[in-house]
């Protein structure tokens, strides 16, 4: 029905940058918020960054100034850019979307994949 697509993880130093994105596509009547978790090794999945269909964005107090959340709603997308990067950023980075797929439906999660990001010291 809804397909999450992610793109743009990889390999990078301590202080490098990288930008994941993210498309939807399938049966799709609106998307409202969508967003970032990260589930680093042994650690909880954690919800990184959202944005809202108008653009309020929201962070996790470990990313402040230095990731940034943005949505282009005519492309049903969603990017992470992410600098100064740590180690401690290493995870596999998951998409989100709270989709609507009929008018008079509920929104629904979904989810994509994952895309593994790897900070090197």
């Known amino acids: 029905q809804v397909r999450l697509e992610e793109s743009g993880g990889g390999s990078v130093q301590n202080g490098g940058s990288l930008r994941l994105s993210c498309a939807a596509s399938?049966?799709?009547?609106?998307?409202?918020?969508m967003g970032w978790h990260r589930q680093g090794p042994g650690k909880q999945r954690e919800l990184v960054a959202q944005?809202?269909?108008?653009?309020?964005?929201t962070y996790v107090d470990s990313v402040k100034g230095r990731f940034t959340i943005s949505r282009d709603n005519a492309r049903r997308t969603v990017y992470l850019e992410m600098n100064s990067l740590k180690p401690e950023d290493t995870a596999v980075y998951y998409c989100?979307?709270?989709?609507?797929?009929?008018?008079?439906?509920?929104?629904?999660?979904?989810w994509g994949q994952g895309t593994q990001v790897t900070v090197s010291s």
């Open positions: 989100t979307a709270n989709v609507k797929l009929v008018s008079i439906g509920s929104y629904r999660d979904f």
């Open positions: 399938g049966i799709i009547f609106s998307i409202g918020d």
């Open positions: 944005v809202t269909s108008g653009g309020l964005t």
